[in-house]
């Protein structure tokens, strides 16, 4: 899936380039997408400030549920098994929701400036944030609770991630245009 500064996305076939559909409804540029574990939905987040849910199956197009935050909504992401989706917001803070119902679980301050990325650990039980403001933040997904604040002096982080063990953390910085890998013994 790709997106647009004109409030909508599309939805690509991998193996032939073909688009398959277009999903319009943001009233400005979608900034990232997510899809679900399984495949079938997929999130949107928009400097509209809402965040969005389609239905990404075959020939199943269609909204199925939004909802506006704080500010503008920067990242989006499942969490393993589908039934939550976490944002992160131009002002710093970090949404969990439902993903089914849309009601909000928690949201908190956390950065000082706009989230770059959002994402689940593999297991599901934690968050990583990626922000200008130079850190990343891991949470504990079920209540977000601040659990660890990784800072270097590399500047803004862009990206973040897990490896597929959930053992380390990896950052993208942009003032140097390194690449960290910073050992998570939490």
Do not use: M, Y
Not at 55 to 77: C, F, H, K, Q, Y
Not at 124 to 145: C, E, F, H, K, P
Request: aromatic letters at 6%; glycine letters at 14%.
């Amino acid at each position: 899936a790709t997106a647009s500064n004109d409030g909508t996305a599309w939805l690509w076939d991998a193996a032939t380039g073909r688009e398959l559909f277009t999903v319009t409804g943001h009233a400005v540029g979608v900034v990232k997408v997510a899809f679900s574990p399984d495949g079938g939905r997929l999130a949107t987040a928009s400097r509209d400030g809402t965040a969005r849910i389609w239905n990404a199956s075959p020939g199943g197009l269609g909204e199925l549920g939004d909802w506006r935050d704080t500010a503008i909504v920067t990242s989006v992401a499942f969490n393993p098994d589908g039934t939550r989706l976490a944002a992160g917001h131009s002002d710093g803070t970090v949404t969990l929701r439902d993903a089914g119902t849309g009601q909000a679980l928690w949201a908190v301050p956390g950065h000082t400036v706009r989230i770059r990325q959002i994402t689940f650990s593999p297991d599901g039980t934690r968050l990583l944030t990626a922000s200008w403001d130079g850190t990343a933040i891991v949470w504990d997904a079920a209540t977000g609770q601040e659990l660890l604040i990784l800072a270097g002096d590399a500047g803004l982080v862009n990206g973040a991630v897990f490896s597929p063990d959930g053992t380390r953390i990896a950052t993208a910085n942009e003032d140097s245009g390194d690449l960290s890998i910073l050992i998570n013994d939490g």
